[in-house]
């Protein structure tokens, strides 16, 4: 007995050994994602998007020779289960070297923790408050250790503000062209809102009272009726696609003759679809230089990562998860740095953030915008990609058909590259 007793402890110690051998092997990566909360509409297939990803990366080598551990937790949109799951990933003995988040207001709430943790988070939040590494703007509390990609809400809202402006004089409009804010009283839609109402007032807007409509779809009746009885010619949708598509038909039926603009997160293939004839001509921005399907190079890429969770290549994937694939791949390029220089720690990671200018990652060309990052600027790109949805008859039946036909068209509308200002940093 003492000898079997002697046998089963060397194998345990020998599998504790193996599992942490293992665990060494590994990097740590946490990844946010709402499947079931009040962004789920846009939320699913980014998250599928990072997981997808991920997989990918480990099926072909991982990062430095070591398989990509990722965590992924379908939060609910909820900020204290993001908190408790940060506190989790920054476990002193299970801390993460990254972390891919979601929101505005959980990202915004982690910002400080982030950089005491020195744990990077390339998130879905756009929100300019994240692009102030160093909080010299006064605008927002530093957030050296926060990264997202594409044009933030607001340098997005500005574009499409100037888009609007020259839409208004070629129409041969007189008078002040009046813009309304729209959006939920939250952390997310408002994040754009103080820098729109600034640029609409510079470029000689009348802005109107913004208008609120919550996050989650309902009857807006009310106010598409407020909408009406304002005259206003602009309105920008700052949720995402659900509710939004609530507010476009509702628009519609009470008549209201308006020009919406979308939040990146307010429009895609899918709200096109549900939304029908309502979604005829919204303008919106996209992130990426073509969507599903587009003749680019990195097409090839993106159709391979796809295949991870659908081996048919069946299933049409929107602009978001085509975007999450361009985020998931600058992470895993700011890792493999890391992993070549010292190790995947935080502090790694984030200089690996900095080491390319006008950087597209390998085998993605042609998909993902240049991006450059520095130390003293997280506006990772100033392009902005206007689309408009153009809706050519019934939008019922598979999206992919719907597409293939041109039933569904997103069309390009104009780049506008807005100046790298240092005033507009962080706001």
């Known amino acids: 007995m003492k000898k079997k007793s002697l046998l089963s402890t060397a194998s345990l110690v020998l599998a504790i050994a193996v599992m942490s051998a293992s665990a060494q092997a590994q990097i740590a990566i946490g990844h946010l994602a709402d499947y079931s909360g009040g962004t789920s509409d846009v939320g699913t297939p980014y998250g599928q998007a990072v997981a997808d990803t991920f997989a990918w990366v480990n099926k072909n080598g991982g990062v430095g020779g070591k398989q990509l551990s990722v965590d992924t937790n379908d939060y609910g949109y909820q900020v204290p289960k993001a908190i408790a799951l940060y506190k989790k990933w920054s476990a002193p003995d299970s801390k993460v070297a990254a972390i891919m988040g979601w929101g505005t207001a959980d990202t915004e709430a982690l910002t400080g923790f982030l950089a005491q943790d020195k ?18 703007s006064g605008k927002a509390k530093p957030a050296p250790y926060n990264f997202f990609y594409g044009p933030s809400y607001s340098d997005s809202l500005r574009a499409m503000l100037m888009w609007a402006a020259e839409d208004w004089k070629a129409k041969g409009k007189s008078g002040k062209p009046k813009f309304v804010h729209m959006g939920a009283n939250h952390p997310y839609p408002n994040a754009p809102k103080a820098a ?20 989650a779809p309902g009857d807006y009746s009310a106010q598409c009726l407020s909408l009406k009885s304002s005259g206003a010619n602009y309105a920008y949708l700052g949720n ?6 609530s507010v476009m038909k509702a628009c519609k039926t009470a008549g209201v003759d308006i020009q919406f603009m979308g939040n990146v997160w307010g429009m895609d293939e899918n709200a096109a679809k549900t939304a029908g004839d309502a979604a005829d001509g919204v303008i919106f921005p996209l992130r990426t230089a073509v969507s599903w399907g587009g003749d680019a190079p990195g097409m090839k890429t993106v159709m391979e990562i796809s295949k991870m969770s659908d081996p048919t290549g069946k299933v049409y994937r929107p602009v978001h998860y085509i975007a999450a694939v361009c985020s998931a791949l600058y992470m895993k390029e700011a890792l493999d740095w890391a992993a070549k220089n010292g190790g995947a720690t935080g502090d790694n ?8 200018k006008d950087w597209v990652p390998a085998g993605m060309e042609g998909v993902c915008n240049a991006s450059t990052w520095t130390d003293k600027d997280h506006r990772g790109t100033l392009k902005v990609d206007l689309y408009r949805t153009k809706i050519a008859g ?3 039946g598979d999206l992919n058909d719907l597409m293939a036909k041109g039933t569904i068209k997103l069309e390009k509308v104009k780049t506008i590259e807005l100046p790298r200002k240092a005033e507009l ?3």
């Open 119 to 136: 744990i990077p988070d390339l998130s879905g939040s756009y929100a300019a408050a994240l692009t102030d590494p160093e909080g010299v």
């Open 196 to 215: 729109g109402e600034a640029m609409a007032t510079e470029l000689g807007f009348e802005v109107l009272p913004p208008l609120v409509f919550a996050l």
């Open 240 to 245: 995402t696609a659900a509710s939004n598509i």
């Open 349 to 356: 990671v984030v200089k690996g953030f900095y080491q390319k």
């Open 394 to 396: 019934a939008t019922d």
């Open 425 to 427: 940093l962080g706001w």
